[in-house]
């Protein structure tokens, strides 16, 4: 499975970005997917995942109420829709899918810039 993030940016606190992934390949396995960042000098951490269904979704706290994930399987692409962003939020943003667990990815994409500006 490829996966290709995209959607990232530059935009000022309490601004809004969607980022999206689109995933080729061995796809019609059901793959679980999240959304994971990483900010200079700190770990990946996990952001938000959504299972096959749709119907079961997990956000870190940090997130809550402000990102939502989602799918499209037709089209085999989840999206992240960031709002209210903050400087905090500021990291490279990795989609990535998953068949058992958030906490045992199978494959990761490419990230994609978020920089949000005080």
């Known amino acids: 499975v490829q996966l290709q993030a995209s959607g990232g940016g530059l935009v000022q606190t309490g601004g809004s970005l969607r980022l999206s992934c689109a995933a080729s390949?061995?796809?019609?396995?059901?793959?679980?997917m999240g959304w994971f960042r990483q900010a200079p000098g700190e770990e990946r951490e996990f952001v938000a995942s959504?299972?096959?269904?749709?119907?079961?979704?997990y956000y870190a706290d940090s997130v809550k109420g402000r990102f939502t994930i989602s799918r499209d399987n037709a089209k085999n692409t989840v999206f992240l829709q960031m709002n209210n962003l903050k400087p905090e939020d500021t990291a490279v943003y990795y989609c990535a899918a998953y068949r058992a667990s958030r906490y045992q990815i199978d494959y990761w994409g490419q990230g994609t810039q978020v920089t949000v500006s005080s």
């Open positions: 959504i299972s096959w269904s749709g119907v079961y979704t």
């Open positions: 390949g061995r796809t019609s396995s059901n793959y679980g």
